[in-house]
Structures are given as structure tokens and as C-alpha cells.
Nanobody, 125 residues
Framework: QVQLVESGGGLVQAGGSLRLSCAASGRTFSDYAIGWFRQGPGKEREFVASINRGGTSAVYADSDSVKGRFTISRENAENTVYLQMNSLKPEDTAVYYC????????????????WGQGTQVTVSS
């Protein structure tokens, strides 16, 4: 299993940007697709984005909630996946988690076997 640690969360004003990082250790990082999920206050955890092992393909949540504002990327040489979040809105407030899957295209929680502890993102209005 791969171990994941998120960082980069914090408090930001609406319209601002943050870049989250997901650092991996353990098993070969490039064997895994990596996804980002988030869980807002009183909400269920939801899929945000994922990226394939080579970093050449990405998928985003179907809703318009993140498309065009969030970008997922990865640097296998650094064992890190990033989530660049721009034009942040108060509704983006959540704990953000990264997770690893053997298969690119997975979007459901149970399809991801390793999870980080999460990083808090708070967007003020």
C-alpha cells in the first residue's frame, strides 16, 4: 500500500487560490491513479478529480462545481500530486483528501484503497 499525506490547506478569501499537495511514500507511486475527494460540513464525501499514473489524463467531477476552476497534476519524480484551486467559493469549504487506486477512472470511495488524513480548506465570503 502507498501512504499519502495532504498539505496546503488553509483559510482563503473568496476568489483566491490554493494549491494542495498529496505526497506519497511506500509502494511505487507511479503504479497508482490518484484522486482528490472533499467533504464539506454536514455533507457526504464527494469526488473532485483524479489523474492517471502517467499524469497524462485527468477526470473531474461531473457537476460544474469544480470544472474550469480546479486542475489536478502530478510529478512522479517527486511522488506528489497537486490540486490547483482557483476562483475559490465559500461552498468549496471542506476537508480535502487524496486517495490511491489501481485503476484510472474510478470515482467512488470504495474503489480507492489508500487515503490520506485530509487537509482543511476554508473559504471566507
Amino acid at each position: 500500500q502507498v501512504q499519502l499525506v495532504e498539505s496546503g490547506g488553509g483559510l482563503v478569501q473568496a476568489g483566491g487560490s490554493l494549491r494542495l499537495s498529496c505526497a506519497a511514500s511506500g509502494r511505487t507511486f507511479s503504479d497508482y491513479a490518484i484522486g482528490w475527494f472533499r467533504q464539506g460540513p454536514g455533507k457526504e464525501r464527494e469526488f473532485v478529480a483524479s489523474i492517471n499514473r502517467g499524469g497524462t489524463s485527468a477526470v473531474y467531477a461531473d457537476s460544474d462545481s469544480v470544472k474550469g476552476r480546479f486542475t489536478i497534476s502530478r510529478e512522479n519524480a517527486e511522488n506528489t500530486v497537486y490540486l490547483q484551486m482557483n476562483s475559490l467559493k465559500p461552498e468549496d469549504t471542506a476537508v480535502y483528501y487524496c486517495a490511491a487506486s489501481r485503476r484510472f477512472g474510478d470515482t467512488r470511495e470504495f474503489e480507492f484503497g489508500s487515503w490520506g488524513q485530509g487537509t482543511q480548506v476554508t473559504v471566507s465570503s
